[in-house]
């Protein structure tokens, strides 16, 4: 019998936990709910128009403080809202505002979160360079120190 979490995204055929890989962590399973919840457009999700980032929707806007702070404000709430086991630590954006050696044109976005119930740090980075929806993960850290130190 297949013990696990939830379904591993992208799916794929697993002959051990039946017809689907499944998470085998609480941590794995959280972070792909947040990933889940960045790449989420509001309105896609049925029975709650309200669930969603929707990280790709600031792809062709202005990358301008404002933006960035939208990003941040929508990431903050919806966090809080729909995966409270997360506390966001920081959010960062990277650009030739702050980042030398980065064009005008290019976003990147580190988000530094805690999955509190588990005391474990962790790390999103969504690419500059990318669309914005395929999400990097940095160094698990566990009680705010990096793994394999």
Do not use: C
């Given at each position: 019998?297949?013990?696990?979490?939830?379904?591993?995204?992208?799916?794929?055929?697993?002959?051990?936990?039946?017809?689907?890989?499944?998470?085998?962590?609480?941590?794995?399973?959280?972070?792909?709910?947040?990933?889940?919840?960045?790449?989420?457009?509001?309105?896609?999700?049925?029975?709650?128009?309200?669930?969603?980032?929707?990280?790709?929707?600031?792809?062709?806007?202005?990358?301008?403080?404002?933006?960035?702070?939208?990003?941040?404000?929508?990431?903050?709430?919806?966090?809080?809202?729909?995966?409270?086991?997360?506390?966001?630590?920081?959010?960062?954006?990277?650009?030739?505002?702050?980042?030398?050696?980065?064009?005008?044109?290019?976003?990147?976005?580190?988000?530094?979160?805690?999955?509190?119930?588990?005391?474990?740090?962790?790390?999103f980075d969504i690419p500059r360079?990318?669309?914005?929806?395929?999400?990097?993960?940095?160094?698990?850290?566990?009680?705010?120190?990096?793994?394999?130190?």
């Amino acid at each position: 019998m297949a013990t696990g979490f939830g379904p591993s995204l992208p799916l794929t055929r697993s002959d051990e936990d039946g017809h689907y890989s499944l998470h085998k962590t609480v941590a794995a399973e959280i972070k792909e709910d947040f990933k889940t919840l960045l790449k989420t457009n509001p309105g896609e999700r049925v029975m709650d128009a309200n669930f969603g980032i929707g990280i790709r929707r600031f792809l062709f806007e202005p990358n301008l403080e404002q933006t960035w702070a939208n990003i941040d404000s929508r990431i903050r709430s919806q966090v809080k809202t729909y995966i409270p086991a997360i506390r966001i630590n920081s959010i960062k954006f990277i650009s030739s505002d702050n980042f030398e050696g980065v064009h005008d044109n290019h976003l990147g976005i580190r988000i530094d979160f805690t999955i509190v119930p588990l005391k474990i740090r962790n790390t999103f980075d969504i690419p500059r360079a990318d669309s914005g929806v395929n999400i990097v993960e940095s160094t698990p850290l566990v009680a705010g120190v990096p793994s394999g130190i």
